[in-house]
């Protein structure tokens, strides 16, 4: 293997009874094709599965946090909680690419850090602890690193989330909506101490600024300004 197996378990608080399943959830189409293992010992099966029980689980997470919303919200977090970009996150903070079995061609064009293939692992990964623990192993891995990752989620929080760029771009996407455009309209205040203002667009109609220490926190809050304009909108369904 990559990588020790022993930190990964301790990175994502399961400690698996069959390994088989885990080693299976890291094997890329690449590596078992080099090995002569196709069809079944790669890990597309689980990640078929793991989609299905990261999204009843981000389902079940999300209507006991947030009962009074209705389902249009409920719809807008769970597209970005269960996107790619999500869970590429949630395997960046565990480090997922280091343990993953990767085909040499797929080793040298940078397997270990694409965005796709990562998301993917993670939702193999679900489907290992699945089968090898149950439902409620996976439910304490997903709510740990998936449902309140980037943020120290408690009950009352408007999302369980923090990337309000990152939501975003996913939740315009799912909608079919356009691009989110950002642009800095102002910088003002001594070196030491720019204020940034920023504006972000969605079409014509969705529209939010935000001033900021920085480039990147003001784009952050003016994506959260539209980011409730959905939601207010969604509420309204």
């Not at 890329?28 to 196709?38: C, D, I, L, N, V």
């Not at 692992?121 to 709510?143: M, N, P």
């Not at 480039?215 to 304009?229: D, I, L, N, T, Y």
């Given at each position: 293997?990559?990588?020790?197996?022993?930190?990964?378990?301790?990175?994502?608080?399961?400690?698996?009874?069959?390994?088989d399943?885990?080693?299976?959830?890291?094997?890329?189409?690449?590596?078992?094709?080099?090995?002569?293992?196709?069809?079944l010992?790669?890990?597309?099966?689980?990640?078929?599965?793991?989609?299905?029980?990261?999204g009843?689980?981000?389902?079940?997470?999300?209507?006991?946090?947030?009962?009074?919303?209705?389902?249009?919200?409920?719809s807008?977090?769970?597209?970005?909680?269960?996107?790619?970009?999500?869970?590429?996150?949630?395997?960046?903070?565990?480090?997922?690419?280091?343990?993953?079995?990767?085909?040499?061609?797929?080793?040298?064009?940078?397997?270990?850090v694409?965005?796709?293939?990562?998301?993917?692992?993670?939702?193999?990964?679900?489907?290992?602890?699945?089968?090898?623990?149950g439902?409620?192993?996976?439910?304490?891995?997903?709510?740990?690193?998936?449902?309140?990752?980037?943020?120290?989620?408690?009950?009352?929080?408007?999302?369980?989330f923090?990337?309000?760029?990152?939501?975003?771009?996913?939740?315009a996407?799912?909608?079919?909506?356009?691009?989110?455009?950002?642009?800095?309209?102002?910088?003002?205040?001594?070196?030491?101490?720019?204020?940034?203002?920023?504006?972000?667009?969605?079409?014509?109609?969705?529209?939010?600024?935000?001033?900021?220490?920085?480039?990147?926190?003001?784009?952050q809050?003016?994506?959260r300004?539209?980011?409730?304009?959905?939601?207010?909108?969604?509420?309204?369904?």
């Amino acid at each position: 293997m990559p990588a020790d197996l022993d930190a990964l378990e301790n990175a994502a608080g399961y400690c698996f009874g069959n390994r088989d399943f885990l080693i299976r959830a890291l094997t890329h189409t690449s590596h078992a094709y080099e090995k002569g293992q196709q069809p079944l010992n790669d890990n597309e099966q689980l990640e078929f599965l793991g989609d299905a029980v990261l999204g009843f689980l981000i389902s079940e997470c999300l209507v006991k946090s947030y009962p009074a919303y209705r389902e249009g919200r409920l719809s807008i977090i769970k597209n970005y909680l269960v996107s790619a970009s999500h869970l590429h996150e949630a395997a960046q903070k565990l480090e997922l690419g280091e343990y993953l079995l990767l085909g040499r061609g797929e080793e040298l064009s940078g397997g270990r850090v694409k965005k796709g293939l990562l998301a993917d692992a993670v939702e193999a990964l679900i489907a290992a602890i699945y089968l090898d623990g149950g439902i409620e192993a996976a439910r304490e891995f997903v709510v740990r690193h998936v449902f309140a990752t980037g943020a120290e989620h408690e009950p009352g929080a408007e999302t369980p989330f923090t990337n309000f760029k990152g939501a975003l771009q996913e939740i315009a996407r799912s909608l079919d909506l356009p691009s989110p455009r950002y642009s800095i309209l102002s910088e003002h205040g001594p070196a030491h101490a720019r204020r940034f203002t920023v504006e972000v667009r969605i079409g014509e109609n969705l529209v939010g600024q935000a001033e900021g220490d920085s480039k990147k926190a003001a784009g952050q809050m003016a994506a959260r300004a539209v980011f409730e304009q959905l939601m207010e909108q969604a509420g309204e369904g």
